[in-house]
């Protein structure tokens, strides 16, 4: 156990339509980076964020979007979805001081399913 | 961007030593190996991670060439349970993402 949690577990969506997943980082943590793995493959990474500012992004469209909260939560939207982007969406967070970041733990995943 | 290649599979009997290797020749001196597995689609869990020396945890231990171009994760006496999906990645110390490669499927054998 991490202490990363992820809601909801698994999620189906439409073509077109939007959606949201959250994270809710371990204890003491105040970066949160979210990745994308699609069947078969390793994660990839999509974008990071370090007290609420968006902190390194990966090669994906600005349909991709995220937030983090002051408790440093997070959210990833992704708009407009498309059936490619069907995967499991993994978050995980670490511990960063000045320009060094710590380990990066994660969470079990949200399983998206597009149709 | 994996800048890391590990053979895609590779079995290992139940109670003998599982020896995991990943080349990683064009690694740089501020850049650290980790290892991470995932276990059928769970989210990758952190085993080890060093910069030049050997490293030992009570899960594995990590053995990183002279040269730092290969390095090598063992787990001592493997079970059942370490059957899953290793991954070897290089991070710069100041770096913000890890770029995960298709790992390496270890599959214990009873």
């Known amino acids: 156990e991490t202490g990363v949690t992820q809601s909801p577990t698994h999620l189906i969506k439409t073509r077109g339509q939007q959606v949201t997943l959250r994270c809710s980082s371990q204890?003491?943590?105040?970066?949160v980076s979210w990745y994308q793995q699609a069947l078969g493959q390793g994660p990839q990474f999509i974008f990071q964020y370090y007290r609420e500012e968006e902190n390194g992004r990966g090669n994906f469209p600005p349909r991709f979007s995220g937030l983090q909260f002051p408790n440093y939560s997070s959210e990833l939207n992704v708009n407009a979805l498309e059936l490619d982007d069907s995967a499991l969406y993994l978050c995980a967070s670490s511990l960063a001081l000045g320009q060094s970041t710590d380990t990066q733990y994660f969470g079990p995943g949200t399983r998206l399913t597009v149709l | 961007d994996a800048k890391t290649t590990q053979p895609p599979s590779m079995d290992c009997a139940e109670g003998r030593a599982a020896n995991l290797p990943c080349n990683h020749s064009t690694i740089s001196g501020n850049e650290y190996v980790y290892w991470y597995r995932q276990i059928h689609s769970q989210g990758p869990q952190y085993i080890i991670h060093?910069?030049?020396n050997n490293e030992t945890n009570e899960m594995a231990s990590l053995i990183i060439t002279e040269d730092r171009k290969s390095s090598t994760l063992i787990l001592p006496h493997a079970t059942l349970r370490d059957t899953a999906v290793y991954y070897c990645?290089?991070?710069?110390?100041?770096?913000?993402?890890?770029?995960f490669g298709t790992g390496t499927s270890l599959t214990v054998i009873p």
């Open positions: 990645i290089v991070r710069v110390v100041t770096g913000n993402q890890f770029y």
């Open positions: 060093g910069l030049k």
């Open positions: 204890s003491g943590h105040n970066t």
